[in-house]
């Protein structure tokens, strides 16, 4: 370690899924485990930084931690919110404007798919009123094309939900903890040819809280067991690529930010994609799963269909990916998602994954969240 | 049909026997979008002047709505019991740009990456009763 390292000293989480709590009360809930983890009071805590899109203003949440005073300032990025809220973190810590910092997300969504508004988004009404604001046809389109591209077969999709529900099954935080067979994955409804019910992931509940400290708080907080952010990065897209919620695409097509978002993190960090043990990576659906593995350099393109279908991507393989199940079966409470990639990656390093730890003791975790209106966040950790 | 008013205005010609979509090409760079803007997301030029797009081009990914979408936004007119998955795609019109739009069949064995498209301005009746016309792509 460096002393210009960020120590994540402490991780909380509250299970993801359907529940009666309020998200704000959710995030409070991870708020305290951090805190615990950390092994230090609400008080320690300096700066903060959260939240949610359909939750509330994560700001509110003193009054239920404790009106410090701190300065807590509210972040809105759409599926980015959790790793906005972490890159704040890690700014502020770098700057030497707090040296213990709070990075929180949670959410709580109604069910079914997302109804976003095309106003939101710069667009006309008549793209909404005519049935062409779905996520869900953007995934199918993307994975469409680069199955045609790349010749990765319909048996691949299924294979990255058995995954994703056989780890859920090892995670007493996931909400979808019951195993699937390819055939239940491949015979459900089709939403979004070529993605059936079970390759998408379902908007959801939840709140995960990080704790983060420069390494010289670190010690004087006597963490014993910090992991080390490298690498924190965020990018928006540029011009050329494919991102959902786009009634044009240019004729030349450019590559994504979750290419430029991971290729940032790896230079900061001074990690090769090679190098990575353990990753978690945005899989909204199965497709995007696949997708992101090339897009974050974690393998080529059209290098997953063998990968997955020898199974490297569980958890005993040579590149674990979603070891806690992923998006597909933790849902996706959209401030929350982000930081659990975090939160998880954290475990992993620690081992204290227990039933789904990823054997020989992995170094160097690495995340990547994407989202609308085509964001990508990525985060390198080592021990 | 020629009584019924477009889902948007600016977005195709309309009424005509040959409809077109209505892009924006940029002076400075020649990027072309699709609906028209004001200005150019490539070189953030602000010279764009109205283009119409070609009728026919060719099918460069697709997939099928499978499910009623929420509403809002969606005004279509279906219940859950009588929805019908509709194909949704991207069609790549040459020399111009690639537009998002439905498409006239929803049968996986239609569909084609590929395959040549033709523009058709169809019916669209709201939830409300509003008659409407929108746009839509059929395999040629």
């Known amino acids: 370690m460096s002393s210009d390292d960020v120590a994540i000293i402490g991780i909380g989480i509250h299970p993801f899924g359907r529940h009666e709590a309020t998200g704000m009360e959710q995030g409070a809930h991870a708020a305290r485990q951090a805190l615990a983890d950390a092994g230090i009071g609400w008080n320690d805590v300096q700066y903060a930084f959260g939240g949610s899109a359909a939750a509330g203003n994560a700001d509110t949440m003193v009054s239920q931690l404790g009106l410090t005073g701190l300065p807590f300032i509210n972040v809105a990025n759409g599926c980015a919110t959790g790793g906005s809220a972490l890159i704040s973190a890690y700014n502020a810590i770098r700057s030497g404007a707090a040296d213990v910092v709070m990075a929180i997300g949670f959410d709580k969504h109604p069910r079914g798919a997302f109804d976003p508004n095309p106003a939101d988004f710069g667009l006309g009404e008549w793209y ?88 010289e708080a670190a010690k004087r907080l006597g963490a014993s067991n910090a992991v080390f952010l490298k690498a924190a990065s965020l990018r928006s897209r540029r011009f050329g690529s494919f991102e959902v919620f786009s009634p044009w695409l240019s004729l030349d097509r ?130 | 049909m020629s009584e019924r008013k477009p889902v948007a205005e600016g977005l195709f010609t309309w009424p005509s026997d040959e409809p077109q979509l209505i892009g924006a090409r940029c002076t400075g760079c020649g990027v072309v979008t699709f609906p028209a803007q004001r200005s150019c997301p490539s070189c953030t030029g602000t010279e764009m002047a109205a283009e119409l797009l070609p009728r026919r081009g060719t099918l460069w990914t697709w997939t099928v709505q499978g499910f009623l979408p929420k509403s809002p936004p969606y005004k279509g007119p279906e219940t859950p019991k009588d929805f019908a998955p509709y194909g949704v795609g991207y069609v790549e019109l040459r020399g111009a ?22 523009l058709v301005i169809l019916p669209f009746t709201t939830a409300d009763g509003d008659e409407l016309v929108t746009f839509a792509f059929q395999p040629v």
Not at chain 1, 260 to 269: G, I, K, L
Not at chain 1, 348 to 370: I, K, N, S
Request: contains cysteine.
């Open chain 2, 97 to 118: 740009v690639k537009v998002e739009t439905r498409l006239t069949t929803a049968d996986p064995a239609e569909l084609r990456i590929g395959r040549e498209m033709e």
């Open chain 1, 128 to 215: 909404g009123d005519t049935g062409l604001m779905l996520t869900t046809q953007f995934f199918g389109m993307k994975i469409q094309r680069y199955m045609h591209e790349y010749g990765i077969t319909a048996n691949t999709l299924a294979k990255v939900a058995v995954k994703a529900f056989r780890n859920g099954s090892l995670n007493d935080n996931a909400w979808r903890r019951q195993p699937m067979s390819e055939d239940q994955v491949v015979n459900a409804t089709m939403l979004a040819n070529p993605l059936t019910q079970y390759m998408f992931c379902s908007p959801g509940e939840g709140g995960v809280a990080l704790v983060l400290a420069s390494t």
């Open chain 1, 254 to 383: 450019a590559g994504s930010p979750s290419v430029d978002a991971a290729r940032a993190a790896f230079a900061q960090a001074g990690i090769e994609p090679g190098e990575v043990d353990v990753a978690q990576i945005q899989d909204t659906e199965s497709g995007a799963e696949i997708m992101h593995m090339a897009e974050t350099g974690l393998c080529a393109d059209g290098e997953q269909e063998e990968l997955i279908q020898t199974g490297q991507t569980e958890i005993g393989g040579r590149l674990p990916i979603n070891t806690d199940g992923g998006c597909l079966a933790n849902g996706e409470p959209i401030g929350a998602s982000g930081l659990r990639q975090v939160y998880e990656t954290v475990l992993q390093l620690q081992g204290r994954a227990g039933a789904r730890q990823v054997p020989d003791a992995p170094a160097v975790g690495f995340t990547h969240v994407y989202g609308a209106p085509g964001i990508s966040a990525c985060t390198v950790i080592t021990r």
